[in-house]
């Protein structure tokens, strides 16, 4: 079993940035990717930006350019530096940790975190 802890949610305004913080623990040997997902009321859980085993990033098309992801597996943790942010942005943030790949388009898939809302005002 493998416990995510998030952090770094609040309100900001559009233009500003947020940084998300996830920590596993537990049995993080069994996981090889790391990643963020996002759900806005009424719409899917989608990727945000994730991690796979050997570095391999993948990031929401309408993200790219503005957010960053570093850390990963290896380290326990996961770091989504927001930038830019939109209104479009406000969703619930998923940490998430699987042993498989964010490539391959599957979602529920892995240990979850207990979410952390992230609001943008305009």
């Known amino acids: 079993q493998v416990r995510l802890v998030e952090s770094g949610g609040g309100l900001v305004q559009a233009g500003g940035s947020l940084r998300l913080s996830c920590e596993a623990s537990g049995s993080i040997f069994s996981i090889n990717a790391m990643g963020w997902y996002r759900q806005a009321p009424g719409k899917q859980r989608e990727l945000v930006a994730g991690?796979?085993?050997?570095?391999?990033?993948n990031y929401e098309h309408s993200v790219k350019g503005r957010f960053t992801l570093s850390g990963g597996s290896a380290w326990g943790a996961v770091y989504l530096e927001m930038n830019n942010v939109k209104p479009e942005d406000t969703a619930v943030y998923y940490c998430?940790?699987?042993?498989?790949?964010?490539?391959?388009?599957?979602?529920?898939?892995?240990?979850w975190g207990q979410g952390t809302q992230v609001t943008v005002s305009s």
């Open positions: 998430n940790a699987r042993d498989g790949d964010y490539y391959s388009g599957e979602v529920w898939v892995g240990f």
């Open positions: 991690i796979s085993s050997g570095g391999m990033r």
